[in-house]
């Protein structure tokens, strides 16, 4: 088969011939149609995660064929038993386990879900690692309840549209931030009721007046913006963080939290019970992931360094070329 | 009556006479037998708190007597009916409310239950803030299961007591710090597995090879040492944290908390129903809450010292004189 080859840290990643995947015990082999990137992949090119391997094989989302059967993909690798929390061994798909973004890649049969028929190749492939997210953090982690007032922040990215779309289908009022006035106004085209630049001095008051109080705040972005959102919060709010881009959060105290019984949940993937009902939200709503853009895998390079830029509103996929495309 | 009298802020308590409460719709009368002190009242006394009013009666914990039957007071005033916050216009006796560093109280009669039985006045007094502090930190908000580590800071406090007993009872495995090597020798006598001296450079590591991991932290401090408790977390951990004493925490960082799915639960107060369930599992498992000291209301200038010093083990009470005592 073909593939993208990652062969070792800041190295340009390439597209050619690889050894086709052999299937191990209860694993088959998919014909991949789609595949999508995530900051993961970024990192991992750059040396950035632990656990890399070269030559190596990225890509965590992917759709394909298996036996005429049209397919999307669970990446998870033994999350386990336990509905609340990963085992330490768990992985994902696409490193140090061979990935996506290839022509084929052997996954457990039991990963497999039907692609949701309202959904092209290319909005399959990027719906799983975001999806399953977002859903995880929202639903799981964050209890959404229908009425209740969400601040996503960093809209634009895979997992926060996600989220946006959850809330939105699940009866929320949904606020987002940005840097771009150009990504708020299309989070507002899509249901979002208000927004704010999170680079202007004042952001914090702005979505107060916009939005009285919050009841859900998703957050990838900690740092000192952070601090604030407890002032943001409603009694009983849940602030959910599922990443960390801008680091250590400098001013956080228990006072902020303990008198209005609020809670600050990590949340990092997904079950695959979570996976599963996650797909069944997606098909229930017919909900249209947000595809920023399409390359060719042969185009690879372009797309990872649309990624790496930030500009993105929506997830970034690779079609891969096949003999039967 | 007779009443401690607090005048004015920085201003010595003053027992003397004071006009009688005059009970309000759905109100009682209750003669107290004996209260406790709390970290709030001499906060209180030095004006640190909102909506002091003076001449006032300092008091969240009582018992006490009414028409033959002997009862302790649950201090809340408008919880709500939202289990999982109080209102906004939440309050809990002894301020503004007059409390129960008096002969006489007014209180809701729903606000009443029966002293347990195996519990002496000054026993039963300690319990009220104290208990339902715990209760609502340890099984609603940490919900903590029997065999989980946990991990209790600032042994020693009345919170604090009541929590490692209730998780001892619950049968984990409980862990405490202190500033006090006695203290921790006290907790491991009542059934603590072991502890760590947190002023000590490396106390995390020695907790850490202590108990391995922790499930359940209980925190009233914050500063840098809640930095450490996501290292010395489980996956899946709860921090639940119902006080800031030592400030700001410098070096929180998401990434602590994501990928090991851990929560950071603000506590404060309970709910009447949780109230109400702390009474009965003191009562079914013969929970003694642990005074520390007892001294005349007369008094009381004392005690208030001894809770500022914080050398106390356990719940400071002020026996009440009283006409029929």
Chains 1, 2 share one sequence.
Not at 189 to 218: H, N, R, T
Not at 238 to 250: E, F, L, M, Q, W
Not at 295 to 322: D, H, N, P
Request: charged content about 20%.
């Amino acid at each position: 088969m073909k593939a993208l080859v990652l062969k070792g840290k800041d190295t340009p990643l390439s597209y050619e011939n690889f050894q086709d995947p052999i299937p191990q015990a209860g694993e088959v082999v998919i014909d991949i149609q789609a595949a999508a990137l995530n900051h993961r992949d970024v990192w991992i090119t750059r040396g950035l995660y632990p656990g890399i391997v070269f030559p190596g094989i990225l890509g965590s989302d992917g759709a394909g064929r298996l036996n005429g059967r049209e397919l999307i993909i669970n990446p998870n690798i033994g999350w386990g038993d336990n509905l609340r929390h990963q085992k330490k061994s768990y992985s994902i798909l696409g490193m140090p386990k061979h990935g996506t973004m290839a022509q084929k890649v052997a996954v457990e049969a039991n990963k497999l879900h039907d692609k949701p028929t309202h959904l092209s190749w290319e909005e399959a492939a990027a719906m799983p690692l975001g999806g399953m997210t977002a859903y995880r953090a929202v639903f799981t982690r964050g209890v959404l309840q229908a009425g209740e007032k969400v601040l996503i922040t960093g809209i634009g990215g895979g997992v926060a549209l996600f989220a946006m779309q959850f809330a939105l289908a699940a009866g929320a009022e949904v606020y987002v931030t940005s840097s771009s006035d150009q990504k708020i106004a299309r989070a507002m085209e899509m249901g979002a009721s208000g927004g704010a630049d999170y680079k202007l001095e004042g952001w914090e008051k702005e979505l107060a007046s916009q939005a009285g109080g919050f009841d859900l705040i998703i957050d990838s972005a900690g740092g000192p913006g952070f601090g604030f959102f407890p002032k943001l919060c409603n009694y009983g709010a849940r602030i959910v963080t599922y990443g960390g881009s801008k680091g250590a959060v400098p001013n956080f105290t228990p006072q902020s939290i303990f008198w209005k019984q609020i809670s600050i949940l990590g949340s990092t993937m997904a079950s695959d019970q979570e996976f599963a009902d996650m797909v069944a939200f997606v098909n229930q709503h017919q909900i249209h992931p947000v595809v920023d853009s399409v390359f060719s895998i042969t185009e690879a390079t372009a797309a990872f360094e649309r990624m790496a830029k930030g500009e993105q509103f929506g997830k970034i996929v690779l079609r891969i070329e096949t003999n039967n495309s």
